[in-house]
């Protein structure tokens, strides 16, 4: 079955900065990878998605980017703010299959 | 506004004690998930539907219990076999299973003492 490994656990940058955050999956049948800001006590909201037919995709200071080769995505956001801070998680999967979520980015902005 | 709403959000039971976490969509989407979140952790499956009166178990099964009798509604049941009940529990819906969004609702946290 599908595995999704996410690095870093933890990540903090000054505001202003960039922040990364990647994440590798197995299953070379997935084919749909959306990512999730989870604020504290809270459920988790999609951010961004892509589709394993488009190599990068971009909405304001947030983007992601696939390496279908590699099996691996990343999550980039730009110019952050304090209200980026969060816990980020990404997911894998394909067709009439389950989301396996990977354990999670805590990303602290530091003002 | 439509959404998923889930209550309530914090419940406490004795240990040995069944209790029944409520979820409710009124997106029209047929596929509903439970998953479960411990802390510092990532989300794992408990039970999934893909349409009214039928559903599937996950990877974490054991010690709950669901049922799906309307498309808007999707109760799962913590039974006292669960060894560790204390937890975040999440609801999420879809249009369906796999390539599609997952809307999830705000959780309820449950402590079992």
Not at chain 1, 15 to 41: H, M, R
Not at chain 1, 51 to 63: H, L, M, P, W, Y
Request: glycine share 8%.
């Amino acid at each position: 079955g599908e595995n999704v490994e996410q690095h870093p656990s933890t990540l903090s940058v000054q505001e202003g900065d960039s922040a990364v955050i990647k994440c590798t999956y197995s299953d070379s049948a997935s084919n749909y990878f959306p990512w999730y800001k989870q604020e504290l006590g809270k459920g988790p909201q999609l951010i961004i998605d892509i589709r394993s037919n488009v190599g990068e995709k971009k909405d304001q200071r947030i983007a992601v980017t696939l390496n279908k080769t590699a099996k691996h995505f990343s999550l980039h956001i730009t110019e952050t703010q304090p209200e980026d801070s969060a816990v980020y998680f990404c997911a894998a999967n394909n067709y009439g299959q389950n989301f396996v979520f990977g354990p999670g980015t805590r990303l602290s902005v530091l003002p | 506004d439509g959404g998923i709403t889930q209550s309530p959000k914090y419940l406490f039971r004795k240990e040995g004690q069944n209790v029944t976490l409520s979820c409710e969509q009124n997106l029209n989407h047929d596929a509903m998930y439970w998953y479960r979140q411990d802390p510092g952790q990532g989300l794992r499956l408990i039970y999934y539907s893909q349409i009214v009166n039928d559903f599937q178990k996950g990877d974490i099964a054991e010690g709950y219990s669901v049922s799906r009798e309307k498309k808007e509604s999707f109760p799962l049941t913590v039974t006292s076999a669960q060894k560790n009940p204390t937890a975040f529990y999440l609801c999420a819906s879809s249009t369906g299973t796999g390539g599609y969004e997952q809307y999830f609702g705000p959780g309820t946290r449950l402590t079992v003492t």
